[in-house]
């Protein structure tokens, strides 16, 4: 309750600074939008994610100067990377977890900084995509990346600059940091006049301009290199990023994307639907079977 309280009054006081001055409310904002909330719960999702965090083979990394905690699930010759999204954690990915190791796969997967059991009070994109990276370099690269939400645009991001992979699937996901900062102000009901002034602050804390902004990390407007396979998964009734990202997303990679639209499963549940982790399953151990090497037909 007194999270909830402090809350209320620091988005009063930052609508508040924003009638007064625009450059000063966005001023104010952008340090909300980087401070991650309380770590989820570990057993939020299921019963299930709890166990699954149990059984997982967990270690540690330094991502940008910080350390994440990493885990490891199966222990088979194909891989996959998994990226949780904003206030998430790698366990809610436990269904889907369950599936892919029962197929014989190996599962990779983070608690970005401030989530989950990585210690922490900000975080930003960068983080999920050098996590990636450093990831796909430890490891040797993986079969496909799936991404959740913020977690998606991070895996399209690092697949097309640090880590090159077969096939992406990519859940509720953004096509850029646009979307984001839009349902951040929305939930703050910040003045029209200020948005333009937190997208500028927004880009030169993440070291960008504007311009390069959307240059790193609109995946529509810089689709997946031709030889990567795209599955895309958005509900219709998602309230925190529309379908029609997912549309957009869809029409800048072609028929070589897939799209699978749910109904009434919304932002983050869609992840324990049983149809979308059967999908997502069978699309990333489809994907390993393909990239089999010659000299290995059984992909084992």
Do not use: C
Request: aromatic letters at 4%; a neutral charge.
């Amino acid at each position: 309750m007194a999270t909830s309280i402090l809350e209320t009054a620091i988005r009063g006081g930052i609508r508040t600074a924003a009638s007064l001055s625009p450059a000063l409310g966005a001023r104010a904002a952008l340090p909300v939008l980087f401070l991650a909330a309380p770590p989820m719960p570990l057993g939020v999702s299921s019963p299930l994610a709890a166990a699954t965090e149990r059984n997982a083979d967990t270690g540690s990394l330094i991502v940008r100067g910080r350390p994440i905690t990493t885990y490891a699930w199966g222990s088979g010759d194909r891989s996959v990377l998994l990226l949780h999204g904003w206030r998430g954690r790698a366990t809610q990915f436990a269904p889907l977890i369950a599936q892919l190791t029962a197929a014989g796969m190996r599962v990779v997967s983070f608690d970005a900084p401030a989530h989950g059991t990585s210690p922490g009070r900000t975080t930003d994109l960068r983080d999920w995509v050098a996590a990636a990276g450093q990831l796909h370099e430890r490891d040797g690269g993986f079969d496909a990346i799936v991404g959740h939400s913020l977690g998606g645009l991070a895996a399209l991001t690092a697949a097309r600059e640090l880590a090159p992979t077969p096939a992406v699937a990519v859940v509720s996901a953004p096509t850029n940091p646009g979307r984001i900062l839009t349902e951040f102000a929305d939930e703050l009901a910040l003045p029209e006049t200020a948005r333009p002034h937190l997208t500028r602050r927004f880009a030169a804390r993440v070291d960008e301009t504007q311009a390069t902004l959307l240059d790193r990390y609109d995946a529509a407007a810089h689709p997946l290199s031709e030889s990567t396979r795209l599955l895309i998964v958005h509900d219709k009734q998602d309230r925190r990023i529309p379908d029609s990202e997912a549309l957009r997303l869809r029409e800048a990679h072609g028929e070589r994307a897939q799209l699978l639209r749910t109904s009434g499963l919304g932002h983050s549940r869609i992840l324990a639907a049983e149809p979308v982790v059967t999908a997502l399953a069978e699309f990333v151990t489809a994907a390993a079977q393909d990239h089999a090497t010659p000299d290995d037909p059984s992909g084992s």
